[in-house]
């Protein structure tokens, strides 16, 4: 029965975080949307590197034990926000002298911010129930 309940928490957090990738999908960066085109989080985030850190993220949160395990998961869900941030602030920079984080700011859009929202919610939902 243990085993079994193990099973269900694993696979509810697992249920969880792909719920909480859902607003990468959403409209993140843009100055005019006529002009320039809507940047969506999976154009900022680099679609391939943003596949195999949502493949290994959910193999960790699904097999990990231990201690090791979960420090490892953690490090993987910071890892997401750091990336969001930092995709939101530097989408635009060509060079890396030309950022203005009150450009950054204006140009972020709902998406954007909801996508932090929930990967923090995320975070806080697994340490929570690690420590169960």
């Given amino acids: 029965m ?16 792909l719920i909480s990738l859902l607003p990468v999908f959403l409209p993140w960066c843009y100055f005019d949307e006529g002009i320039d ?5 999976t154009d900022i985030v680099h679609g391939n590197v943003f596949m195999i850190l949502v493949a290994v993220t959910v193999l960790s949160m699904a097999f990990s034990k231990g201690q090791r395990g979960h420090m490892a998961v953690k490090l993987l869900l910071l890892m997401h926000f750091a990336i969001y941030l930092f995709g939101s602030f530097f989408w635009y920079v060509p060079l890396l002298t030309d ?7 204006e140009a972020m859009h709902y998406g954007c911010y909801l996508s932090l929202l929930s990967m923090a ?9 690690e420590k169960q």
Avoid: A, T
Wanted: aromatic share 16%; proline share 0%.
């Fill in 99 to 105: 950022f203005n984080l009150l450009l950054s700011l």
């Fill in 2 to 17: 243990k085993l079994i309940d193990k099973v269900k928490k694993r696979s509810l957090m697992v249920f969880c975080y």
């Fill in 37 to 41: 085109g809507i940047k969506y989080g």
């Fill in 121 to 129: 919610l995320m975070f806080l939902l697994y340490v929570k129930r």
